[in-house]
């Protein structure tokens, strides 16, 4: 099916840059309440790599020595996500810090409920980068949702002072500093800016897999400023993150006329509408991905709208409804593209929508992949080793 370009820009005009609205650049302030003695900005490590933003500000991203912010969502519902960041940064030599000492961000509290205050919030926040801080490696931000709270409490805390005045106390009595990073840096980020070096590493053919891409909401809906922009992709119109990604991979993206919708998480509605959410997910999102567009696979950045556009396909199919499409993270797919392990490194099993068709258009043998990891299960079962390591995971 054909969409008219005027349906897939959505008024491609309101999109434009209005030069009378572009926000100023945060760091004149950062810096300025650092001199005064506010907090300590703690600068993006060398080296790093430039990438352009909605208005065009200059954003560092660090190659390496990152603090991995991780997400609880992730770990709790899709480990394969965060064992994918780390096991490609791990394949292209990337030095980084797994933090046992991180916090929750505690946004969904934030924006789900609204039982918490802003002194809590911030505090959170400013506590796990001090944590980052003391150990010389940079804050990365696995949830959209962590990364989208921590620039709105830094939006708050620029302009403030009580409230800094409140955070500071608290911290005090944690023994920490107040620390604000240079720039808040999400994972898919660094993604973006090292897909050059990841698909040189690729050892898999994705020239012929179509994709559809939900970009997260949380990552550029919220302080817009900050997502990441690229002219020569979707004209500059939409955020190139994940986009940028599957391209340096060779696989085809196709677009579709929803891509502005959320994915139907919400934080709320998922909490006390759950049919709403898998409604909107399966009707507003995979519904019309598959009429549109007919992808492979669905390709997001964030723990809850992979969540979502995954595991509401269940109830559509009980309906007969036109789903089906298995969901994955970018990080998952550059990690298939560079050979990592569909099980043992993806957790692909921990997806509800098939996935094995994908698989086998990959390339990838996905029965005996299966044996393999049912093998080394088989070890933990029998107690012969305690957990799978590294080089378990690369054999």
Same mark, same amino acid.
């Given at each position: ?32 309440l650092e001199a005064e003695g506010e ?30 912010? %991780? ?6 519902? $899709?480990?394969? /996500? =965060?064992?994918?960041? +780390?096991?490609?940064?791990? #394949? ?83 023994? %920490? ?6 720039? $808040?840096?999400? /994972? =898919?980020?660094?993604? +973006?800016?090292?897909?050059? #070096? ?57 677009t579709y006329s929803t891509w502005f ?135």
């Amino acid at each position: 099916m054909t969409i008219p370009v005027q349906l897939l820009l959505k008024k491609k005009e309101h999109f434009e840059r209005d030069e009378h609205h572009v926000p100023s650049d945060f760091h004149e302030e950062l810096f300025r309440l650092e001199a005064e003695g506010e907090w300590v900005v703690q600068r993006v490590p060398e080296p790093y790599i430039e990438v352009a933003t909605k208005y065009g500000r200059p954003k560092k991203i660090p190659v390496a020595g990152m603090w991995h912010h %991780k997400s609880c969502g992730q770990c709790g519902h $899709i480990p394969g /996500y =965060s064992t994918s960041i +780390y096991w490609v940064m791990r #394949r292209l030599g990337i030095d980084y810090n797994d933090p046992r000492d991180q916090t929750s961000c505690t946004a969904w509290n934030y924006y789900a409920s609204a039982t918490s205050n802003a002194a809590a919030q911030a505090a959170v926040a400013l506590r796990n980068f001090s944590a980052a801080y003391e150990t010389g490696y940079f804050p990365l931000i696995h949830c959209g949702t962590s990364y989208g709270h921590y620039k709105e409490v830094r939006e708050e805390l620029l302009h403030h002072p009580a409230l800094r005045a409140q955070v500071r106390s608290v911290l005090g009595k944690l023994g %920490k500093q107040m620390v604000m990073p240079e720039e $808040i840096i999400h /994972y =898919s980020e660094w993604f +973006y800016a090292m897909r050059d #070096r990841i698909a040189a590493a690729q050892v898999l053919d994705f020239s012929g897999i179509a994709v559809t891409v939900h970009p997260a909401c949380h990552y550029y809906k919220l302080v817009e400023g900050d997502a990441i922009y690229d002219p020569d992709i979707y004209g500059g119109q939409r955020t190139a993150i994940v986009t940028g990604l599957v391209q340096a991979l060779g696989a085809e993206v196709r677009t579709y006329s929803t891509w502005f919708d959320c994915c139907g998480f919400g934080f709320r509605h998922i909490l006390v509408q759950r049919d709403f959410t898998r409604s909107f997910a399966t009707q507003r999102k995979i519904e019309v991905m598959k009429e549109e567009a007919n992808p492979d696979v669905v390709l997001t950045h964030d723990t809850g709208c992979v969540t979502t556009l995954d595991k509401s396909q269940f109830a559509a199919q009980a309906h007969n409804k036109n789903v089906g499409v298995p969901v994955m993270s970018e990080a998952q797919f550059a990690a298939l593209a560079m050979g990592a392990h569909p099980y043992k490194v993806c957790q692909l099993h921990w997806h509800s929508t098939d996935y094995r068709p994908l698989l086998e258009k990959m390339g990838i043998d996905w029965r005996e992949a299966w044996a393999e990891f049912e093998r080394d299960a088989d070890k933990l079962r029998r107690g012969d080793q305690q957990f799978l390591t590294w080089e378990d995971v690369d054999a």
